[in-house]
């Protein structure tokens, strides 16, 4: 799925970012080049998340929007 939305929006995975709360989200950004962060609001739990290599783990949605702000 994250390879067709690359495709579709002709996005570079660079300047992309998958936000996801289990391990396949992550691994599925890893697999396309894209960063991951996982989220602790979700399904998953930190150690699933840090297991599969997400660039970064927040446990808050204003974590997130920090993290994501330039």
Known sequence: MIA???ADFDADPAD???VGDRRYDIEGA???GVRGIGV???FGNRKELE???AAAIVAAPAELDALLRP
């Open 16 to 18: 992309t970012v998958m």
């Open 51 to 53: 297991l599969a290599g």
């Open 40 to 42: 602790l609001w979700g």
């Open 4 to 6: 067709a939305a690359l």
């Open 30 to 32: 890893m697999t396309n």
